[in-house]
């Protein structure tokens, strides 16, 4: 078992910045990634960005350039830098973890709302 506790979400201008991070704990030896979803309002949850135990990272066409994931491996602990947000980044963000081949774990989800 993993247990995932974000933080970091708000209420923040267009253009402006947050820093979500999410904190792992338990079984965390098993974990091949740890990425960072998100969901708006009547929409479905997509995958924003992701950084594997092998060092790669992916990110969504809409967050390239804006976002930055990044690990502290000793915390266990994953971050989602986001820099010049806008209101179409508004959404319920997920950190969620595992190994490939099971499935992720989730944690609560922290809201992000970017006003106009």
């Known amino acids: 078992q993993v247990q995932l506790v974000e933080s970091g979400g708000g209420l923040v201008q267009a253009g402006g910045s947050l820093r979500l991070s999410c904190a792992a704990s338990?079984?965390?030896?098993?974990?091949?990634?740890m990425a960072w979803y998100r969901q708006a309002p009547g929409k479905q949850r997509e995958l924003g960005a992701r950084s594997t135990s092998g060092g790669s990272t992916y990110y969504v066409d809409s967050v390239k350039g804006r976002f930055t994931i990044s690990r502290d491996n000793a915390k266990n602990t994953v971050f989602l830098q986001m820099n010049s947000l806008k209101p179409a980044d508004t959404a319920v963000y997920y950190c969620?973890?595992?190994?490939?081949?099971?499935?992720?774990?989730w944690g609560q989800g922290t809201q992000v709302t970017v006003s106009s």
């Open positions: 969620t973890s595992g190994p490939w081949d099971s499935n992720p774990y």
């Open positions: 338990g079984s965390i030896f098993s974990v091949d990634y």
